[in-house]
């Protein structure tokens, strides 16, 4: 559904985008994580048909996001880190313009409008002029506003910036319904929770290129090592932990803890049972210690030898 070839970006001297190749299937989220200034936000205006690349070259649905940048248009949704506003508009006849310049009727903007703002329980002040609304508000009406046409796919720049949990909880429902329904999302975002919640792949960006990319079990596996383990005991490990020093990684203990890092579990974990037996010691809990996807992204953007 998307494709980018070697899209590079150059304003003046400066490189905004050096070197990115995507795919990205129909039904698929993909998340573009990475610092300010990266590159993120001039990558999704070249797959939206808004810059024209310097090299290489995008596809939508087929569809050359340079040569057939009008159907590429009809085909998606845009929200923007700066979405403009007319605030003197109330919030239907703001939607109605949109609408209308997506060719849709004005009874089929009024339904979908109205079925949206419901959604994002923005009706009670869709008669309300938009510049009137709250920073949330005005974040929800532009994702409503980039859903109105029902694109097959959406760009989202930090779409829950600046709401509060319930709306933004909103919003990732709404996203996840999309994915249900085999929409095709690229979502830039700096919510690394949220990234790990919607998305099916990540790719990080740093200086205008991807320097890595993968499923998020995939990222951890890949730049965490071994997954790491942490045993609990109702007395002291002192004696636990030599044993576990001489076969595996000791990354920290405590009076009646210890955590470790192993290469197979499965295989490693009944032997320090037995063990447990064999030295009388009392187990509390045995478990896998979670590492999120905040974990991978401070470990990939730290390394400067990436890229």
């Known amino acids: 559904m998307i494709e980018a070839v070697n899209l590079a970006k150059q304003f003046g001297d400066f490189t905004a985008v050096s070197d990115i190749s995507l795919h990205v299937k129909k039904g698929e989220v993909l998340a573009l ?3 300010n200034g990266a590159g993120k936000t001039t990558t999704v205006r070249m797959l939206s048909a808004i810059l024209k690349p310097t090299q290489g070259y995008a596809r939508i649905a087929g569809y050359d996001t340079v040569t057939q940048a009008t159907q590429v248009r009809r085909l998606i949704g845009v929200l923007t880190e700066f979405p403009g506003l007319y605030s003197r508009m109330t919030a239907m006849d703001y939607l109605r313009f949109f609408g ?7 009874a089929a903007i009024d339904e979908r409008a109205e079925s949206l703002m419901r959604q994002f329980e923005l009706w009670d002040a869709h008669k309300r002029q938009v510049g009137k609304y709250s920073k949330g508000m005005k974040q ?3 994702l409503v506003r980039a859903m109105l046409h029902d694109p097959q796919v959406l760009f989202l720049d930090e779409p829950t910036s600046a709401m509060d949990p319930q709306s933004a909880k909103l919003v990732r429902d709404a996203l996840a319904q999309l994915r249900q329904e085999h929409r095709t999302l690229i979502l830039c975002t700096h919510n690394l929770t949220e990234a790990e919640l919607l998305a099916d792949n990540i790719a990080v960006v740093r200086q205008g290129q991807i320097i890595v990319q993968g499923t998020p079990q995939e990222l951890k596996r890949q730049l965490l090592g071994h997954p790491m383990m942490e045993i609990r005991l109702t007395s002291s490990v002192n004696g636990l932990v030599g044993y ?4 595996v990684q000791v990354v ?22 037995n063990e447990l037996t064999h030295q009388k010691l009392s187990l509390v809990t045995l478990s896998e210690v979670p590492q999120s996807l905040e974990d991978v992204y401070l470990n990939i953007v730290g390394q400067g030898d990436l890229v």
């Not at 209308?100 to 004005?106: A, F, N």
């Not at 203990?253 to 197979?264: F, K, M, P, T």
């Open 100 to 106: 209308e310049l997506q060719g849709m009727s004005y």
């Open 252 to 273: 920290a203990h405590g009076e009646n803890w210890v955590r470790y890092s192993v290469a197979d579990p499965r295989e490693f974990n009944p032997t320090l049972l």
């Open 244 to 247: 576990l020093q001489e076969r």
């Open 140 to 142: 929800k009406l532009t």
């Open 33 to 35: 994580l990475g610092p």
